[in-house]
């Protein structure tokens, strides 16, 4: 559980630290671009992926090239959606990804649901309606951009993990997978700077981005690690990741960023819960 606890502080302080960094004037794309240089770095060192034999033939790049533009694309929706939605509302999107996932499984990947997955699935939908519902009353200027980016978490994150199995079904070992994804994640998001700022990154964009990096892939590399430890109750992993991630979002933007918690957030965050409860015991039956 130690090691669930950690991964789940580590997610929300990768929020906390690009919500603190924007506000102090930090440029979020450019700490972004450089999150991947160190994630990437770590990634190779600690899964330590056969990159030496990978096939240029056989590998997907067209699907490794759409992950590594979507990847930082969907980390600046995140970015966006701290500054305009909170990380409480934010951060509960992100982990209800999981719901447009497991859809994904159904259709694409044909994957069998139970009664208890499709309520967990339908209080999941629910959770995100009432925060997009909440977003919208509290926004006195009637400006949407918070419920678009809000959105774009939810449905980007889902994306992202359909095209990671997709990979993962075409044979690709997921160390290499994600390695592959980080370095062209970097690369494409390098010309961007490039182009649209004559510059690879302000010095303190850079050294803000590679701690962002090392907190990102310690979320990762601490919720693998957890799932190989645990592999006979997944159910556990699951559910305490996304739980833990929820309340430690709530405490985060209560204590530290001082954010309304409305009814309609509250009823959110009880159906979210509910949701991450109900599909976690579907799994383990």
Same mark, same amino acid.
């Given at each position: 559980?130690?090691?669930?606890? #950690? ?12 919500? !603190? ?17 160190? #994630?990437? $770095? ?24 759409? %992950?590594?533009? $979507? ?10 959606? %701290? ?30 649901? *139970? ?14 309606? +009432? ?9 006195? *200027? ?12 939810? #449905?980007?994150? !889902? ?11 075409? @044979? ?5 997978? %994600? ?29 803000? @981005? %590679?701690?962002?990096?090392? +907190? ?22 699951? #559910? ?11 405490? !985060? ?10 009814? !309609? ?21």
């Amino acid at each position: 559980m130690e090691l669930i606890f #950690a991964a789940a502080i580590c997610s929300v302080l990768v929020s906390i630290v690009l919500k !603190a960094c924007r506000a102090k004037g930090f440029n979020p794309v450019q700490m972004i671009t450089w999150n991947y240089a160190s #994630a990437s $770095l770590l990634c190779f060192l600690w899964f330590k992926p056969d990159l030496a034999h990978i096939s240029i033939y056989k590998t997907p790049w067209i699907l490794i090239v759409a %992950l590594g533009v $979507l990847l930082p694309a969907i980390f600046y929706c995140l970015a966006r959606s %701290l500054q305009t939605a909170g990380i409480l509302k934010t951060e509960l999107a992100q982990r209800l990804s999981v719901v447009l996932s497991l859809c994904a499984a159904y259709f694409v990947f044909n994957e069998y649901f *139970n009664a208890i997955k499709l309520v967990g699935i339908a209080l999941g939908v629910l959770a995100v309606l +009432l925060i997009l519902f909440s977003q919208r009353k509290g926004n006195a *200027n009637n400006d949407n951009s918070g419920i678009i980016f809000l959105l774009s978490v939810w #449905a980007g994150y !889902a994306l992202i993990d359909v095209l990671l199995k997709f990979a993962s079904g075409l @044979g690709m070992q997921f160390a290499v997978t %994600l390695n592959l994804v980080f370095i062209c994640a970097f690369i494409l998001s390098s010309i961007y700077n490039l182009v649209q700022y004559s510059n690879l990154g302000q010095t303190k964009n850079i050294i803000a @981005g %590679l701690g962002l990096g090392v +907190l990102n892939f310690a979320n990762i590399a601490l919720y693998v690690k957890a799932h190989m430890l645990l592999k006979e109750t997944p159910a556990v992993v699951f #559910a305490g990741m996304n739980i833990l991630v929820v309340i430690f979002g709530v405490v !985060a933007g209560l204590i530290i960023f001082k954010e309304r918690l409305r009814t !309609a957030t509250v009823f959110g965050l009880i159906a979210g819960i509910m949701s991450v409860v109900c599909l976690a015991y579907a799994m383990s039956l």
